[in-house]
């Protein structure tokens, strides 16, 4: 897509949105400027630009290795399967993943604290300007074993055929399942501090959750809202620093062993309805916001019957990232490994990324014999 003045755009190549003002490369097309991500899609716009210049609905890759989600895990597997010269496609609803929702994260190594988003633009230059990787803003839909490997269907009807995949594709947040919480969507009920924090100032919040996610989110939220109710179906169970912050904050006030029951309001969020865990609702409490920090759930769905689950419904894997399918990796949140944390998932995409290399190389072999 091209544009003659400032504004966003879409890559025509990625189909990633880019600032017109900070474009990672153009080319001169007919006259017309058209704008990149970066020097990489920019090459493969102009040896072929018939291929992105209508829908590409029915179009037919074949590479060797189809890297499925753009976070931590996805963008580090990417990385590496660059730096091996694997050609390599990265399928990805967005490039960071969870990650860009964190408030903060401490102790990754070379940084005491930094927020989501700053480390994700890291990863995002590394990704598009160091080591580029071929990359598609787009969701999979399906995934199928082929003769020779799998194929991927995309949800603009792209189909790529390799023969590794690696699923890299994380977690989504958990709902309350409460009244009120799909109907109010958007309209005060939010999951996502990062995006939403600023349209309370000066109003009242609650904060659904007890772990670390939910009091990094009451901190943040304090900084600006009048006040923050935190409410824990149990005791908290964060890291201790942050549910002594959490306590001693004069704007938030803990709720804990309480549940909420209903979140009400007719166009916005008004209120909810709490009460004590396994009892009957006893108050409402006005709140103009409510944050949902409870958890997540393996998005393991694409994988189908090509792999086995845990009860919690994620990927079982093996001490190299392998499933029960030959060329099939899984790293990341999606897997049972132990210990959700970026630079866990960033360790396990790496080592899935050596372990597709030397999978592929013994295909190679094999077929020269």
Partial sequence: ??????????????????????????????????????????????????????????????????????????????????????????????????????????????????????????????????????????????????????????????????????LATGMRNRRLGVPGEERLLHRGVSFSVVQDA???????????????????AAHRLAETARSVHLIAVRALSGDAVDIAQARDHAKVSVLENTTVHEILGRERVESIRVGPTGERPERRLPVSGVFVEIGFVPQSELAGTLVDRNERGEIIVGRDCSTRAPGLYAAGDVTDSYGKRVIISCGEGARAALAAERYLGRLRDARTE
Avoid: K, W
Avoid at 198 to 216: C, E, K, P, T, Y
């Fill in 198 to 216: 600023g349209r309370f100032h000066g109003r009242d919040v609650a904060v659904i959750g007890g772990g670390n996610s939910a009091l990094q």
């Fill in 1 to 166: 897509m091209s544009a003659d003045g400032p504004g966003v755009v879409r890559d025509p190549v990625c189909r990633m949105e880019i600032r017109v003002d900070s474009a990672g490369a153009t080319l001169s097309v007919a006259g017309r400027t058209v704008f990149f991500c970066s020097p990489g899609c920019a090459e493969l716009y102009a040896a072929d630009p018939n291929a992105y210049r209508a829908a590409s609905g029915g179009h037919r890759r074949s590479v060797e290795l189809v890297i499925v989600g753009g976070g931590p895990a996805g963008l580090t597997a990417a990385l590496y399967a660059s730096i091996q010269r694997l050609r390599t496609v990265l399928l990805a609803d967005d490039i960071g993943g969870q990650a860009v929702e964190s408030v903060e994260m401490r102790n990754y190594m070379g940084f005491q604290v930094i927020e989501g988003n700053d480390l994700i633009s890291r990863f995002r230059e590394q990704l598009l300007l160091s080591n580029f990787v071929e990359h598609r803003l787009t969701r999979g839909t399906s995934l199928r074993s082929i003769p020779r490997g799998f194929a991927v269907e995309t949800e603009g009807a792209e189909t790529y055929e390799a023969s590794a995949v690696l």
